[in-house]
C-alpha cells in the first residue's frame, strides 16, 4: 500500500491486495487528517488570541491606527494624516497557548491631528501608528508609521501635502494609504468636509477651510491566519 499526499495536502490510498490483520485503511487515516489554513481571527480592538485545538503556526498580520487630518478653526486648509506601519510575521506557536493583542486607535483630527496609536501581537511584533496632520504652513507630510519584529515590516503611506492657493480653491490633503487601502479624502472648502480614514490604519483627511474641518484616522487591525 502507498500513501500520497497532493499538493493541496489531502492523502488517498492505494491498496495492492488486502491489507495485514491491525493495519488501517489510506483512506480510512485520511479521513481524520486535514492541513493547512484550518481559521482565520480578526481583532479590530484589544484582547487576547487563544489558540484553537490543533494549530502549530500562524500568519500574523499587525498594523498601526491611521493619523488624523488637521482640523481646522478658521480659513486654513490642511495636510491629512499619515498611515500606520505593518508587520507580517510567521510565529510557530506549537508551545504557546495564548498572546495578549493591541490594537492602536486611529488618531482624531486636530490642531494638529493625533497621532494613530501603537498595535502589536505580544512581544513577537508591533506597528506604530500614522503621524497627524499639520496645518498648510508645514511642508513635510505627515509620516506613516513603522514596524519592528516582522519577517516583513511595512512603512505606511505618508499623508498628503496641501497648499494653500485661495480662499475658494483651498483642499485638504488625503489621509495616507496602509497595507488595506485608501486614506480618508480631503475636505473642499466650497463642497464638503474631509473623510474619515477607509482601510484599516489609513490616515483621516485633512481640513479644506472653515466649512471643511479634518477627520479621524481608521484604527488599526491584527489579523490571524491558523495553520495545523
Given at each position: 500500500m502507498a500513501i500520497t499526499i497532493n499538493g493541496s495536502g489531502t492523502i488517498t490510498g492505494v491498496s495492492a491486495g488486502g491489507l495485514p490483520d491491525g493495519c488501517v485503511d489510506a483512506d480510512t487515516l485520511a479521513s481524520g487528517v486535514a492541513f493547512g489554513l484550518k481559521s482565520i481571527q480578526v481583532f479590530t480592538s484589544s484582547g487576547t488570541w487563544t489558540k484553537p485545538l490543533g494549530i502549530t503556526k500562524i500568519k500574523v498580520i499587525v498594523t498601526g491606527g491611521g493619523g488624523g487630518g488637521?482640523?481646522?478653526?478658521?480659513d486654513r486648509s490642511g495636510n491629512g494624516?499619515?498611515?500606520g506601519?505593518?508587520?507580517?510575521e510567521l510565529i510557530d506557536v506549537s508551545s504557546v497557548s495564548s498572546v495578549s493583542v493591541t490594537v492602536g486607535s486611529g488618531g482624531s483630527a486636530g490642531n494638529p491631528g493625533?497621532?494613530?496609536g501603537t498595535s502589536s501581537f505580544g512581544s513577537y511584533c508591533s506597528a506604530s501608528g500614522g503621524q497627524g496632520g499639520e496645518d498648510n504652513g508645514t511642508t513635510a507630510d505627515a509620516i506613516g508609521g513603522t514596524a519592528t519584529g516582522g519577517d516583513i515590516n511595512i512603512t505606511g503611506g505618508d499623508g498628503d501635502v496641501n497648499t494653500h492657493t485661495s480662499y475658494v480653491d483651498q483642499e485638504g490633503g488625503n489621509g495616507g494609504c496602509s497595507f488595506w487601502?485608501?486614506?480618508g479624502q480631503g475636505g473642499s472648502h466650497?463642497?464638503?468636509g474631509a473623510k474619515t480614514g477607509k482601510a484599516y490604519g489609513s490616515g483621516g483627511g485633512g481640513?479644506?477651510?472653515a466649512s471643511a474641518d479634518g477627520n479621524s484616522g481608521k484604527a488599526g487591525v491584527v489579523y490571524i491566519e491558523e495553520y495545523a
Open positions: 488637521y482640523e481646522d478653526g478658521s494624516g499619515g498611515a506601519g505593518t508587520a507580517i493625533s497621532d494613530g487601502g485608501g486614506g466650497t463642497y464638503t481640513s479644506g477651510g
